[in-house]
């Protein structure tokens, strides 16, 4: 496990991963209930920063079996691996179950008080909340991962949390104490010391570009995150390289560079949609739902390249995440009856120019059951077709 450990704080993922699983075999093995289940869920996490969910998804669902083949699942030990599923779940938008598991992770992981685990727990499911619209709970949970970070004194633990602390000051439109969070953590670390791990640089480094971005400072943001892409690249941390990507996409756009723009995020969604990525998008919120909306426009006219491997049911999703996220404050002011969830997602699925038939497959109802859907959103918006409907919402800011 420490060599583990310490080929990942080198930059040799694989080889971490290797010795992750070597470690979680000699614990089964040995019947090492702690020992197993740290190794798979630090596995798990590998396989996430390098884009692989679908591997991380494995590899936590036998450590959850494992727990329960040996009646482990009280123990502080299973802490690690309700939160790594958790994470997992709100990647994919799966908010419900996702907290749920990081509830009973941060449960768990509160008895044995370790930092790693503790604050990737809290930072997740103060995600979680704020998708939620739980402004005060996903506040809860930051502060809760700053104090622990803090008091540690781990670097990579400190600049998760401040990276957080930051985002989500700027959610909630306060660039001022976004600011000074970034300037206390800049404070704590020289941000140019080629010593530091390379996971620290990379989310320090993210938070100066997204601080950036909202100071107007365009072309400055694009330096550095053009920096962070071939760190990324060159280390084989695609979950990285997926933000690094969004984020470009959103400063290409805000500097009127739209063409670029959408050669980015359409980069993003082809390499994110075989492992089905969500969050790390509808994160961006609305800014992402324009940039979004154009991307999906280019994919209709097939101008070029990668946005053509990205699927328009991917597509549809994504937007319903977004949607979802922002519709009842817009809607609930000017309509009777807003649209419920499902509908919603029924809506992205008509923008992505998905057939009825198509809908029904990708949500496992019935045809008919689609149409009923359809004909609601046609009477809560007061349209009588596709096309209208389409309008209407976008004039009410649904898309």
């Known amino acids: 496990m420490c060599l583990g450990d310490a080929l990942r704080v080198t930059g040799d993922l694989e080889a971490a991963s290797e010795a992750l699983a070597e470690a979680a075999r000699i614990g089964r093995a040995g019947g090492h209930v702690y020992g197993t289940i740290t190794a798979m869920a630090w596995r798990a996490r590998l396989q996430t920063v390098r884009g692989d969910l679908r591997a991380s998804e494995e590899t936590l669902r036998q450590a959850l079996d494992f727990l329960a083949e040996q009646g482990a699942e009280l ?11 958790g994470a997992l779940l709100y990647e994919r938008d799966e908010l419900d179950e996702a907290q749920r598991e990081l509830g009973l992770g941060v449960e768990r992981a509160e008895l044995a008080m370790e930092v790693s685990t503790l604050v990737w727990g809290y930072v997740t499911l103060s995600k979680a909340r704020l998708a939620r619209g739980d402004v005060d709970g996903a506040a809860g949970m930051a502060h809760a991962a700053a104090r622990v970070a803090r008091a540690s004194g781990t670097d990579l633990e400190s600049a998760i949390a401040a990276n957080w602390m930051v ?12 600011e000074a969070a970034g300037r206390e953590r800049a404070a704590d670390t020289d941000l140019a010391e080629g010593g530091i791990e390379v996971a620290t640089r990379i989310v320090d480094r993210l938070t100066q570009a997204r601080l950036l971005h909202v100071q107007g400072q365009f072309d400055e943001a694009l330096r550095l995150l053009g920096g962070l892409q071939e760190i990324a690249e060159g280390a084989g941390r695609t979950g990285n390289l997926l933000e690094i990507l969004a984020l470009q996409a959103l400063a290409l756009w805000a500097g009127n560079e739209k063409e670029l723009a959408v050669r980015a995020l359409a980069r993003a969604l082809a390499l994110a949609e075989p492992e089905g ?17 154009a991307t999906l426009e280019v994919r209709r ?48 699925f008509i923008a992505a120019g998905a057939s009825n038939a198509e809908i029904a497959g990708r949500l496992f109802v019935s045809t008919s059951t689609v149409k009923t859907h359809v004909n609601n959103l046609y009477r809560k918006l007061g349209a009588r077709s596709r096309t209208q409907a389409l309008a209407k919402a976008r004039e009410m800011g649904l898309l």
């Open 75 to 85: 123990l502080p030990a299973a802490g690690v691996a309700h939160i790594g599923m």
């Open 167 to 178: 985002r989500l000051y700027l959610s909630r439109e306060n660039l001022a104490d976004a």
């Open 277 to 293: 990525y969500v969050r790390t998008f509808a994160d961006e919120e609305i800014a992402t739902g324009d940039l979004l909306s």
């Open 301 to 348: 006219g097939k101008h070029f390249g990668a946005i053509d491997r990205v699927s328009a049911p991917y597509l549809a999703r994504l937007q319903a995440a977004l949607a979802q996220g922002r519709a009842r404050p817009a809607v609930d002011g000017r309509l009777p009856e807003p649209p419920s969830e499902r509908e919603m997602e029924v809506l992205a």
